[in-house]
């Protein structure tokens, strides 16, 4: 451990030596087991929060109520307490926390088998749940009674969903059959909260496993906008690694309703609905035909490479466009910016004599579309002439 996570190594010791127990635990764990470099590495101790702030000359209280102190070295790393919760009467947040006395009790809490696991300085794995067994069977699996982990934090149920879907791993009979059954409890989850799970299904390896999941169990039904009818779109899905165009393709299976209410009701920031919006009207582009030169100058590499997956995904538009050859279309244009146009409306301002005013955007636009249509030449004495012709004489 001391190579791999030397800052985690330090705490640790440091706590041992004072005669605590400590360990790495969750999802590094879980990486570590899988031979996967993790670098969110989160500790437990039996030390009291108080206990681990006096041992360490920079900490931050993070979470202290819970028993979560964020111990400061060259990287920052939370500390929690050994803890066991008491009841959660809104499915979100336990009710009470309690400090422990084993890690069992700690773990035992936790949400998935694979994330129950510990791993002591020493590379030394602890593992009472049966986590590295679940992991070589590739089997999402809830710690103890799947029921009671989810009545305690509904949102485990579309974690559970989200890791089958990054993991390419199964759901667990038992805990799938208890999604199932408890699926309008997700409504007492944020919605803040849940597109955050959504983004992590889009932009994993195996969104379709996640998506179809999501609508099988019955937790899709509690959500706006149609989400069963194209499912089975969602296998031909690529999110390109944006957030973003997951919204984008769930907006255009829905064309036919209002995408700024479908958007702002799961809290979409205004840049992913200006995303949403460039990719819906690339596609209604290409319905059109192929891209001319100015929509090829308009619109970004992103959102050209979504349209076109989603236009032959959803729609059925036949086209060439891969993303290789959409950058290699953007590079053949005249100009890759409107920085890159010669003049600018100082220029213009100048050559009119005329102040500032409306005019000046409507003739640069103007001058750039001529310039992609190769009407033009982005030289700075034909635009001169050509805008003496148009503008003045």
Same mark, same amino acid.
């Given at each position: 451990?001391?190579?791999?996570?030397?800052?985690?190594? =330090?705490?640790?010791?440091?706590?041992?030596?004072?005669?605590?127990?400590?360990?790495?635990? &969750?999802?590094?764990?879980?990486?570590? #087991? %899988?031979?996967?470099?993790?670098?969110?590495?989160? /500790?437990?101790?039996?030390?009291?929060?108080?206990?681990?702030?006096?041992?360490?000359?920079?900490?931050?209280?993070? &979470?202290?109520? @819970?028993?979560?102190?964020?111990?400061?070295?060259?990287?920052?790393?939370?500390?929690?307490?050994?803890?066991?919760?008491?009841?959660?009467?809104?499915?979100?947040?336990?009710?009470?926390?309690?400090?422990?006395?084993?890690?069992?009790? *700690?773990?035992?809490?936790?949400?998935?088998? /694979?994330?129950?696991?510990?791993?002591?300085?020493?590379?030394?794995? /602890?593992?009472?749940?049966?986590?590295?067994?679940?992991?070589?069977?590739?089997?999402?699996?809830?710690?103890?009674?799947?029921?009671?982990? $989810?009545?305690?934090?509904?949102?485990?149920?579309?974690?559970?969903?989200?890791?089958?879907?990054?993991? !390419? $791993?199964?759901?667990?009979?038992?805990?799938?059959?208890?999604?199932?059954?408890?699926?309008?409890?997700?409504?007492?989850?944020?919605?803040?909260?849940?597109?955050?799970?959504?983004?992590?299904?889009?932009?994993?390896?195996?969104?379709?496993?996640?998506?179809?999941?999501?609508?099988?169990?019955?937790?899709?039904? @509690?959500?706006?906008?149609?989400?069963?009818?194209?499912?089975?779109?969602? %296998?031909?899905?690529?999110?390109? &690694?944006?957030?973003?165009?997951?919204?984008?393709?769930?907006?255009?299976?829905?064309?036919?309703?209002?995408?700024?209410?479908?958007?702002?009701?799961?809290?979409?920031? !205004?840049?992913?609905?200006? @995303?949403?919006?460039?990719?819906?009207?690339?596609?209604?582009?290409?319905?059109?035909?192929?891209?001319?030169?100015?929509?090829?100058?308009?619109?970004?590499?992103?959102?050209?490479?979504?349209?076109?997956?989603?236009?032959?995904?959803?729609?059925?538009?036949? @086209?060439?466009?891969?993303?290789?050859?959409?950058?290699?279309?953007?590079?053949?244009?005249?100009?890759?910016?409107?920085?890159? #146009?010669?003049?600018?409306?100082?220029?213009?301002?100048?050559?009119?004599?005329?102040? %500032?005013?409306?005019?000046? =955007?409507?003739?640069?636009?103007?001058?750039?579309?001529?310039?992609?249509?190769?009407?033009?030449?982005? *030289?700075?004495?034909?635009?001169?002439?050509?805008?003496?012709?148009?503008?003045?004489?």
């Amino acid at each position: 451990m001391e190579n791999r996570w030397p800052d985690a190594y =330090k705490v640790i010791s440091v706590l041992e030596n004072a005669g605590f127990e400590a360990y790495v635990v &969750g999802g590094a764990v879980r990486d570590f #087991v %899988r031979g996967v470099q993790a670098n969110d590495v989160d /500790i437990t101790t039996n030390a009291l929060p108080q206990q681990v702030k006096e041992l360490f000359e920079h900490t931050i209280d993070v &979470g202290i109520e @819970h028993g979560t102190v964020l111990v400061v070295l060259s990287e920052p790393i939370e500390v929690t307490t050994f803890r066991s919760e008491t009841t959660y009467s809104d499915h979100r947040r336990p009710d009470e926390v309690k400090f422990v006395h084993t890690l069992k009790e *700690d773990l035992k809490r936790r949400d998935f088998t /694979i994330n129950s696991m510990a791993l002591t300085k020493e590379d030394k794995l /602890i593992d009472f749940f049966g986590g590295s067994s679940d992991l070589e069977k590739g089997t999402i699996k809830a710690v103890g009674n799947p029921k009671e982990r $989810f009545s305690e934090d509904a949102l485990r149920m579309l974690r559970a969903i989200r890791f089958s879907a990054q993991l !390419n $791993f199964t759901l667990d009979s038992s805990t799938q059959a208890a999604i199932k059954e408890l699926h309008p409890l997700i409504s007492h989850i944020s919605i803040e909260r849940v597109k955050v799970e959504l983004e992590k299904i889009w932009v994993s390896n195996y969104p379709s496993k996640g998506m179809e999941l999501f609508v099988s169990t019955g937790l899709s039904r @509690h959500f706006v906008g149609n989400w069963v009818d194209s499912i089975s779109k969602w %296998r031909d899905f690529n999110s390109f &690694g944006m957030k973003a165009n997951g919204w984008a393709f769930f907006i255009l299976m829905n064309k036919d309703s209002n995408h700024t209410e479908l958007l702002s009701a799961f809290k979409c920031s !205004n840049s992913e609905k200006k @995303h949403v919006k460039e990719v819906l009207r690339a596609v209604e582009s290409l319905n059109n035909g192929s891209w001319d030169s100015v929509e090829l100058f308009q619109f970004s590499d992103e959102v050209l490479i979504a349209a076109a997956s989603y236009g032959r995904v959803l729609f059925n538009i036949e @086209h060439s466009y891969t993303p290789e050859l959409l950058r290699e279309e953007k590079k053949k244009l005249a100009i890759s910016s409107k920085r890159d #146009v010669v003049v600018s409306g100082n220029d213009l301002m100048e050559w009119k004599q005329e102040k %500032r005013g409306p005019w000046i =955007k409507e003739a640069l636009d103007k001058l750039t579309i001529m310039i992609l249509n190769e009407e033009l030449k982005n *030289d700075r004495a034909q635009i001169k002439e050509w805008f003496f012709r148009e503008y003045i004489n």
